[in-house]
């Protein structure tokens, strides 16, 4: 067999009490694509981190096929051709993207490197995303957090000095619609039936069997499973994540929702027919492809609810961040600062937080959302990525607002925790709390009771009961006609 492209050997990594990896063993070769999947906090971004020489195990070893003898970390990853795309992106938001291209790539210099790097990084965006609108003289800060996701795609794939050999995909698709992260996915097959390399990291397992050849389950920092893909079906790789699928949440019969007063109502933007309405109780979806103004509404409602004069005043509307590093965490407070600050009024006895009322709402949520951490005062940034996003969902729940918005909130929320949160919002829903919902997931939206399709920032169709469905939902995103 030839060489590995990477090949890990018995790495273990503790934090603190956290024991992040304990003995993992993991080869990748030439012309495979590796799936890799567990729930959050099983170890999956601490395995990347050590494959692309970010983290030194604390035991075992690590050797890259490709890399030049003598180097080690990060250099040694480099030099044998392993690219990473993180789960938080890394790019520069102040700097252009062929500023940021240049940083990726040292070879981009001398006289001419923009327009070297310009030329690049356009083409391999149009091969990877064919039709994108991305101008690379933008400023990175400036771009959706598709955009970016995208931008950090290319840049990674992108071949100046070397080749890439190996591409680390953590939650690529996570702020993708379905219809970009189909063109990613394609692009991953064609690398790698070309011989490239990919560990591909997704709790959308639909993602993981239809890409690679070969899945690794991990499992409270071990791998509990390494199979190839036609060994397993979704059932049998959520069991191996320790999982069960359950019965879909069914919408139920919701009576009473229709004769429900409406909370919101909104008239029609200018030129479109459909008003924005919303009952209590009511779950409502917002789809259509991403950037088309879901999240825009989202952020004008949230404006128009919450800013208000009468300081005593319950809170009326609450909103979950999709984009949880811009403006969903405070990372250098606490887990528990930062689930409770959604809800301070109510934690609060003469202008002081009651420690002990905090401690306890902060235990229920971890137990409700499956927070996993051994101590509720660690750092947020101490959690895995989707934990971070429990705290998110867990802080506007606490509270007793009446409308929750919620921005493609599961982003890297694994499949049992989905299911746990789902069950929740239909709880809290059929309790008479109102959802506004944008999600880049069919499976999501098809669990609202009403969905409106968003089209180049208007609303172009309006769906309810069986008509929600996958092909009503597409074709109104691209033609503005729901059938
Ligand atoms: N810098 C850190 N300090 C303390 N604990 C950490 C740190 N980084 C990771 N951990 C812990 O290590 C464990 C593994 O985290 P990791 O990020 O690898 O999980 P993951 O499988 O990628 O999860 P997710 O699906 O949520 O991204 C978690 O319990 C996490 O809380």
């Avoid at 959308?204 to 190839?228: F, H, N, W």
């Avoid at 779950?283 to 879901?294: D, M, P, R, V, Y």
């Avoid at 949520?365 to 959690?383: C, F, G, H, V, Y």
């Avoid at 982003?411 to 049992?416: L, Q, S």
Wanted: include cysteine; charged fraction near 20%; proline fraction near 4%.
């Amino acid at each position: 067999m030839s060489t590995p492209v990477v090949a890990v050997r018995g790495a273990s990594i503790t934090f603190g009490a956290v024991r992040a990896l304990s003995g993992v063993d993991l080869d990748i070769a030439a012309g495979e694509a590796v799936g890799l999947v567990g729930h959050n906090g099983a170890g999956k971004s601490t395995i990347v981190n050590v494959i692309n020489g970010g983290l030194t195990p604390h035991s075992g070893s690590i050797a890259y096929g490709g890399a030049e003898a003598g180097l080690s970390g990060v250099s040694a990853a480099r030099s044998g051709g392993v690219r990473c795309v993180f789960q938080e992106l890394s790019l520069c938001p102040n700097l252009s993207i062929v500023e940021n291209a240049r940083l990726m790539h040292a070879g981009l210099k001398g006289w001419g490197w923009r327009r070297k790097a310009l030329k690049l990084v356009s083409a391999k965006l149009q091969e990877i995303f064919p039709g994108n609108r991305i101008e690379c003289e933008a400023t990175v800060g400036t771009l959706s957090i598709a955009e970016r996701q995208m931008v950090e795609i290319a840049l990674n794939f992108l071949t100046v000095d070397m080749p890439p050999r190996l591409v680390i995909l953590d939650e690529p698709t996570s702020s993708l619609d379905s219809a970009l992260a189909d063109q990613l996915l394609l692009h991953v097959r064609r690398f790698v039936a070309g011989g490239g390399s990919v560990l591909l990291i997704s709790h959308i397992l639909g993602e993981i069997l239809s890409t690679s050849t070969r899945v690794v389950v991990m499992k409270d920092g071990g791998v509990v499973a390494a199979r190839p893909v036609a060994d397993f079906t979704p059932k049998s790789l959520v069991e191996a994540m320790g999982s069960v699928i359950r019965e879909k949440t069914q919408k139920g019969t919701r009576n009473g929702l229709a004769a429900a007063p409406i909370i919101i109502d909104l008239p029609p933007a200018p030129a479109a027919s459909h008003r924005f309405r919303a009952r209590k109780g009511e779950i409502i979806g917002l789809a259509g492809l991403g950037g088309h103004g879901q999240t825009d509404m989202l952020l004008s409602l949230f404006r128009a609810r919450s800013s208000n004069w009468l300081p005593h005043k319950p809170q009326d509307i609450a909103f979950v961040a999709g984009d949880r590093a811009l403006n969903g965490t405070f990372p250098l407070w606490s887990i528990l600062r930062n689930l409770s600050i959604g809800n301070l009024g109510a934690l609060s006895r003469r202008c002081a937080v009651e420690a002990a009322q905090e401690e306890s709402v902060g235990a229920e949520w971890k137990a409700r959302t499956a927070i996993r951490t051994p101590d509720m005062n660690l750092p947020i940034l101490s959690l895995s990525g989707g934990n971070q996003q429990k705290v998110l969902f867990a802080r506007a729940l606490s509270t007793p607002a009446k409308i929750v918005l919620m921005d493609d909130p599961m982003r890297g929320v694994d499949i049992g925790t989905k299911q746990d949160v789902y069950s929740i919002i239909r709880a809290e829903a059929e309790a008479g709390r109102t959802f506004i919902w944008y999600s880049t997931e069919m499976d999501e939206i098809c669990l609202c009771d009403r969905v409106y399709v968003f089209r180049d920032g208007s609303i172009v169709a309006e769906l309810t009961d069986d008509d929600i469905n996958e092909h009503h939902v597409l074709a109104a995103s691209f033609s503005g006609d729901a059938a």
